[in-house]
């Protein structure tokens, strides 16, 4: 499949600014790009293990959109990894798939250098993500990150990332990209 797969998970889209209008443009592209929002699909925390990872395999690349909750992902979408990636872990089911993440961060990004009041570049909060993405044999896609996400971004500047946005996750070549 020539398409891209977007995996959702933001436990409250309709009161994100960032990822609802990342979606919003996302699904203006749905001759390219599928959206699959794991919290719309699982309000009651039933993932269908089975039909998850028939739906990985349908794409070649996959992009993991959420916020950044206390560095790290939202619960549905750790709960999704836990039961659905078991079937990678050990096979080859995930190996050679483009896997990325796009993520909202509320806080500045100078917060996110060596130096910075978090002392963690996003590069290593990511690890988990990354680590995950090798024992797999994926291909790791290097991350699309909006900062100020809460707060500090001007709507001018959430339009312009969701227009990034869409050609990062088009991007056949991966490069990378960071909007803001």
Partial sequence: MNKTLVILAHPNIETSRVNRRWREELLRHSDRIDVHE???????????????????ERYDRVILQFPLY??????????????????????TKLRGKSIGTAISIGDQKANYLPEGGVSFTVDQ??????ASLR???AIELPPFALFGASFRVSDQEV???????????????????ESI
């Avoid at 794991?38 to 990985?56: F, K, N």
């Avoid at 909060?125 to 990354?130: D, G, S």
């Avoid at 227009?163 to 991966?174: D, I, P």
Wanted: aromatic share 18%; with cysteine; proline share 4%.
């Fill in 38 to 56: 794991l919290y719309a699909a699982y309000s009651d925390w039933q993932i269908d293990v089975w039909q998850e990872q028939e739906r990985l």
């Fill in 135 to 137: 024992h797999v044999g």
């Fill in 159 to 177: 339009e312009n990332s969701a227009a990034a946005y869409v050609e990062y996750v088009s991007n056949r070549a991966g490069a990378a990209c």
């Fill in 125 to 130: 909060i990511l690890a988990p993500f990354k």
């Fill in 70 to 91: 206390w560095y790290s992902c939202p619960p549905l979408l750790k709960k999704w990894f836990d039961d659905v990636w078991t079937y990678g872990s050990s096979g």
